[in-house]
């Protein structure tokens, strides 16, 4: 459940560009300080972090027993740098690992680099290329870059599948 | 499972503006006959439909023994009409039973009409304004409208409650 119902709870703070991509998967910007209480409820397992700056929430990471999973992807595009595409297969191969949900992805904004690992997961579940980046789109609204689509074009997911069955009810 | 990971399947074709808002719970824009071999996959109990119209999909609902839930509601936003309160409670009332879920909600884009559903469901779970305003204008883009944004803010979400548990496990 995203948030709280409960009479008199005092608001939650999501993180800017938050949503669910699929059952037990999550997306966002950076968290801050502000948003902990949210991410709490959440019951997280793990998160995928996509910079490579050291990680700020490792308290918070530490106290709720979330498994990191640090993918250092350089996030300015100026100079031109290349997607690593082995990093994000790394990346990828966790998000379609069931035992790791719920879990969260985020990089700074939760636009591009996120952005980048969402289309690839949904090039695995068959989406059309045109719905994947209707989708790329809503999260990077102005910032969106094409670089960053035509690697999720250009993304060869045949060889990746999920592992795990989601609820085994 | 939002998709289909199967070697050699077809691709799908999600609405556009498609998104999870929570656990069992989906939004999209008006869902066209390319959309429905998706929108099977998701096992809707469900569909919370936001225009006067009559709708377009009643064999696929009948099909699938979907329950339609149709609010209408105008579209349009001149010449200035008030958007229903009462409706949008009524139809707060089906997303918040967790007997109708997997349930999709939808209108004609998925950004005004169900924009402002979600906002008010996000107020049940209690979303600060700005978070919940964030995700409205995720949806809605260019198109976002303030009026909207008014009514959100101003519905007062004291006496809405969810009925029942999403996963009894």
Known sequence: LLGDGGKGSPKVIPPPNFGMVDWGIYRSSYPTAENLPFLKKLRLRSIVYLCPEPYLNHEFVAENKIKLFQFGIEGKCEPAVEIPEGVI?????????????????????????????????????????????????????????????????????????????????
């Open 89 to 169: 297969r790394d990346a990828l191969r966790v998000v379609l690992d069931v035992e790791n949900y719920p879990l969260l992805i985020h990089c700074n904004r939760g636009k591009h680099r996120t952005g980048v690992l969402v289309g690839c997961y949904r090039k695995v579940h068959k989406w059309s290329l045109a719905s994947i980046l209707d989708e790329y789109d809503r999260y990077a609204g102005a910032k969106a870059r094409l670089r960053d689509k035509q690697f999720v074009e250009a993304f060869d997911a045949s060889r990746m599948q999920r592992k795990g069955q989601i609820w085994k009810a």
